[in-house]
RNA sequence: GGCCCUGUCGUCUAGAGGCCUAGGACACGGCCCUUUCAAGGCCGCGACACGGGUUCGAAUCCCGUCAGGGUCACCA
């Protein structure tokens, strides 16, 4: 290749950043790598009513974390370019090759139904006002778009993943529109030139673009601007339904919640509007409309009134992910792998394996269904074979988005310390669940009934028999460690015939508060002597 | 519905006319290990959507059928 490739991602900020975004993201960023190019970032921020600055932030962050550095050091915001996109626009106007479209929302949707009657598709041309019409439009200063006039031909071009021969014959071609009332450029124009200025060489993106790339086309043709080459990359699906993956999968699950939980307590969107103090027009817009979408804070609101928890949503965005305590070079090397394969057996690799192994020609043309269990698989064999201090890093990264675990507190050495207690776990969600007892106070410890009624009190309360021996052992042991507890309590189960499960766990009901912990020996020494007699003491008081 | 894309184990895929009795990974089942949850070891189950061609020979090429997906915005 003889020019430098140059590929970029260019999300919109809507919010968080989701894993057919990062997708897209890590294989122009292949790209780029593989050929020692360019990895641009750039945001589309053109919708106004969606975009928000903290999408921003969560999204340079999530890109951050799975290390999908970019190598621009000024960002560009599409919405700090508009002057250069006016003067373009303006001179289209100028030259005919665009013009103002006075519709409402409401005609076109009549236009759009009429057409949908007929049984034929709806096709924008330009109407043919006369020049009174024009003018007095143009005098009473209407609201209008800007229009592309699309020179009627055939718009085929080649793409690199699905071959040549996509786009569309002359009679589908239609006057899309290039500025909003608003005065803001729509995405179809915004790209090309930001691409055209770039000097983007490749645009990979998913196949739901393939055909926006005739007008992306039409429009370079008539600025003079070259085309780059397309990749459409196969769609990432649901596994359950194979519907699309997408982000208002998380609030499809709740409305659906919401209305079952309606439902079955037979009460109103006006009361789950009152337990959440949300508008009770917005409830009602949202439970019925499956276009409207409610954001995070207001979905979290809804979510504990109808008693969701996170947890029971699916993992969507890179954030879910990252919570859940997965790691990102896990994360990279899954997504790789969603569409896009090396040839033969190979499914491990390095970030620097992947970059050396990507091609477009690598990337499948089916679309492939997103698979938690062997991301999770990933995770589990990152997790094992990744060196102690790295994972220390990965595991504070996670507290930092899980402020409130207990294991906050913990220093890196005890970090390293339960990481290596829990060996072979799956996520970093699981070392942190099962040793927070560890960090917390005696009376913040809560006992789950069921492993309370299944490990102590069950046959006669021969759990809590077992703790009551126990304790005064425990009390006598001049030295404190997971030897010395290993030994007195195998000479307890040696004296009194019992297996070493029927021992331990009462014991790790006792300090933990459930049936999973760290390996209870160890576990004890860590808590310490006192503490550990404590949680025992608590479990031999009637009040449990 | 129109237009377009795709079709190999449950899932992700290898496979570019004979290397295929179709390979790998995840999942699943069984056994082993085990103080919990995991991890680990061994064994196993399991697919070329269907129907026609072309060819000495087809998972691979062609046609049709069926199925799935995408798209038809002043969202990107």
Redesign the pocket.
Known sequence: MANKVITRF???P?GYLHVGGARTALFSFLLARHFGGEFLLRI?D??LA?STETAVHQLLDDLRWLGLNWDNTELVFQSKRLEIYNKIIDDLLKRGLAYKAY???EE?TAQ?AVAEKA?R??I?RRPQLTDDQLRAYESENR???VRFATPVKDYYFEDAV??P??G?NST?VQD??IR???G?P???FA?VVDDADAGITHVLRG??????TVNHIALQEALGYPRPIYAHL??I?N?Q????MSKRDRDKLIRQRAQNWLKTNKTSPQDLAAKTSLAVSQIEDWLKDTQKQLDIPEQQQVMSVIGLKNTDLPEILVHDFRKAGYLPEAMLNFLA???W?P???R?RMTTEQLIELFTI??I??????F?R??L??FN??YA?STSAAHLVQAFKAYLAVNPESPLARASDEQLAKMLEM?????LLR?VDE?SRFLFMRDDEITYQPDAVEKVLKKSDNQGLTVLRDLRPILATLSTWNHATI?SAINAYGAEKQL???KI??PV?VAVSGG????????SLEFLGKENTLARIDRCLTPAL
Do not use: W
């Open positions: 260019a999300p919109s809507t589309e053109t919708d969606r519709e409402t929302d076109l759009r049984k598709t709806y924008y609201p209008h778009v699905l071959g021969g996509q569309v589908q899309f529109v909003k009332s608003d803001m729509t995405y179809h790209v196949q739901e673009h393939l055909l926006n196969p769609v699906l596994p339904d194979g519907s699309k792998l969603l569409g394969n040839g033969g057996d499914e020609e690598g499948g043309r089916s679309n492939a269904k698979n269990e062997k999770l698989a589990t064999e094992a829990k060996k072979g776990f799956r699981d099962s290993e297996g070493l499960g331990a766990q790790r049936t999973i912990s760290p390996p209870i020996f160890e």
